[in-house]
């Protein structure tokens, strides 16, 4: 049973910064791919950012440039470092993992509140 603990999330000021983790487990092989999805209240939940086993990275076009995505494959962990952070930023943030790439399972994490106001 792949299982998730997050962590780092709250409330900050416009143009601030947080860091969120993420700690995987219930894999024996690990997980191929981790990354962060957000949903904003009345919208739908979107991609964030990933990161595969191997270091290659996708994020979105709105988090380009102020978010960086990394991960300790030793330790199921993957982090999402977050600056200049602005309202619209504002969402519960999930984990995800994928044991194996392509159509594998999803995995989520139970989410983490990010609130971005003044």
């Known amino acids: 049973q792949v299982q998730f603990v997050e962590s780092g999330g709250g409330l900050v000021q416009p143009g601030g910064s947080l860091k969120l983790s993420c700690t995987a487990s219930?894999?024996?092989?690990?997980?191929?791919?981790m990354g962060w999805y957000r949903q904003a209240p009345g919208k739908q939940r979107e991609l964030v950012a990933t990161?595969?086993?191997?270091?290659?990275?996708n994020s979105s076009p709105p988090v380009k440039g102020r978010f960086t995505i990394s991960r300790d494959n030793a330790k199921n962990t993957v982090y999402l470092q977050m600056n200049s952070l602005k309202p619209e930023d504002t969402a519960v943030y999930y984990c995800?993992?994928?044991?194996?790439?392509?159509?594998?399972?999803?995995?989520w994490g139970q989410g983490t509140q990010v609130t971005v106001s003044s």
């Open positions: 990161i595969t086993r191997h270091g290659n990275t």
């Open positions: 995800h993992a994928q044991i194996g790439g392509g159509g594998s399972p999803d995995y």
């Open positions: 219930g894999s024996t092989f690990g997980f191929y791919i």
